[in-house]
């Protein structure tokens, strides 16, 4: 043991008595490793986003929004003219809570279905005044989103089927409205009614790629039973003769047309979103084949709906940024190896000019054995050393890219092991070449050697 411990040291004192070259020579591993933890650290964030958007917007969802045809049509002129009097004269209920009824009760896949209406109201409590969306919907939608509640209760069964005037606020609403006092069975104003609040819903953090998604912001609305809001409020669904001025209103069951110089008006959506949340993935397009042929069939034919599957769009787009990371893992490697290919070089360098050392060694009673040993330790001693130096810096790095360019990094213990490991390697391995040559020198010549 004393023996290699006095080999190391000899190695040590010539890393540090060539200080500028050893640091020039530990620079690729220092920038590969950074490069190598500061990549993985992007790709460690992006995972995390994507999983937490995944959460928010619920597993297995199947998302159907409505669309004002009236608006597309007066972006796209082209469609409009091209549209036949037939299909113009089409009328079509919107969404509505008949299409939820129907999805749910003729679709095996289907696990459970979460309509929303919004309605915007200012929201009023001893003389604070707040704008929010008012949000009618069932308790699936506490289900469907994974969402908790931080006090209180959800609706109960008969509180949802009668519309009683009660409601869950966000902690943001919480916050501003009820700063100095508990809101649980406080009375608050939204519009023109009274709710009573009787739950306090767990704070939930959102994004713009949420947003896109059609996930809005929980923490700033306020959620009472669907039927409250239909009943108490505003239900889109019902046209009168005050509506439209000018025409003529025919009913035919719960569907409702306008005549006016013969053509058909479509009337509003009842719904501003329907979930609906399928027992498996696997089950997920197909059961949006299923919900397509339904719509298509109550609506007429007339596509004023659009039916979207986040958790496969997220999935995408994860598979996309685990090629780019590779990617960039692969180049931050190249980096590595370049690093250890200048270990080689340099130590080959250090070889040659230090033949007439080694005689002197041989001559004195070092073996083979201890000639490799001494510039193998020399090698990975740079590598290990630049190695430390790469994990701080990539750690540097990963929190300037997170303060700088608002993209989510995490630095995880893997790829502080799988870096540092990479480059310890890389000094054993590039080192071994120049220690087997510097071990291979024959004494003699090497004492001749000027």
């Known amino acids: 043991m004393e023996r290699y411990l006095q080999i190391l040291t000899i190695s040590l004192e010539a890393v540090f008595s060539n200080k500028l070259r050893s640091i020039l020579t530990a620079l690729g591993i220092i920038f590969g490793v950074a490069a190598v933890i500061a990549m993985m650290a992007i790709g460690n964030g992006a995972q995390k986003e994507i999983l937490d958007q995944i959460k928010l917007v619920g597993v297995n969802n199947i998302v159907i ?25 089409k009328y079509s209920p ?11 009760n003729t679709i095996p896949t289907v696990k ?20 929010v969306d008012l949000t009618g919907i069932s308790n699936n939608f506490f289900n469907v989103f994974n969402l908790t509640l931080q006090k209180g209760v959800l609706f109960s069964d008969l509180q949802s089927e009668k519309g009683d005037p009660v409601c869950i606020i966000g902690p943001t609403v919480a916050a501003k409205l009820f700063p100095d006092e508990n809101p649980l069975g406080k009375q608050l104003k939204c519009g023109s009614i009274w709710l009573k609040v009787i739950g306090i819903l767990q704070g939930v953090k959102t994004d713009k790629k949420a947003k896109s998604l059609g996930i809005s912001d929980y923490n700033t609305k306020v959620f009472t039973p669907i039927k409250t809001l239909l009943l108490r409020y505003k239900d889109r669904s019902l046209v009168n003769q005050s509506s439209f001025k000018g025409g003529q209103i025919f009913r035919m069951g719960n569907m409702a047309m306008y005549i006016s110089n013969g053509a058909n008006k479509v009337g509003e959506h009842q719904l501003d979103k329907v ?12 059961t949006k084949t299923v919900i397509e042929q339904i719509l298509n069939r109550r609506h007429q034919g007339v596509q004023d709906y659009e039916i979207k599957i986040p958790e496969l769009l997220l999935k995408q787009e994860q598979k996309t940024k685990d090629i780019f990371n590779i990617v960039l893992g692969a180049i931050a490697g190249i980096s590595l190896i370049v690093g250890g290919i200048g270990i080689m070089n340099i130590m080959l360098a250090s070889v040659m000019e230090r033949i007439r ?16 040993f001494q510039f193998l330790a020399e090698a990975t001693f740079i590598s290990i050393t630049g190695g430390f130096i790469g994990i701080l810096l990539g750690v540097i790095m990963a929190r300037i890219i997170s303060i700088s360019t608002d993209i989510l990094t995490i630095v995880s213990f893997v790829s502080i092991a799988i870096s540092f490991g990479v480059a310890a390697t890389v000094g054993i391995v590039f080192g071994w070449l120049p220690a087997r040559k510097a071990a291979e020198q024959d004494p003699v010549e090497s004492l001749r050697h000027d």
């Open 357 to 372: 050392e080694i005689g002197v060694r041989r001559a004195i009673g070092a073996t083979k054995k201890d000639i490799i």
């Open 94 to 104: 919107g969404l509505t809570l008949k299409d939820v009824e129907n999805i749910k």
């Open 112 to 131: 459970q279905v979460s309509p929303e209406v919004v309605y915007p109201v200012l929201a009023v409590r001893n003389g604070k005044k707040s704008s």
């Open 65 to 89: 929004l409505p669309v004002n045809l009236s608006d597309t049509k007066g972006e796209d002129s082209q469609d409009s003219e091209s549209e036949t009097p037939a299909m113009s004269k």
């Open 275 to 286: 979930v609906v949340q399928v027992d498996d993935t696997k089950n997920l397009t197909a």
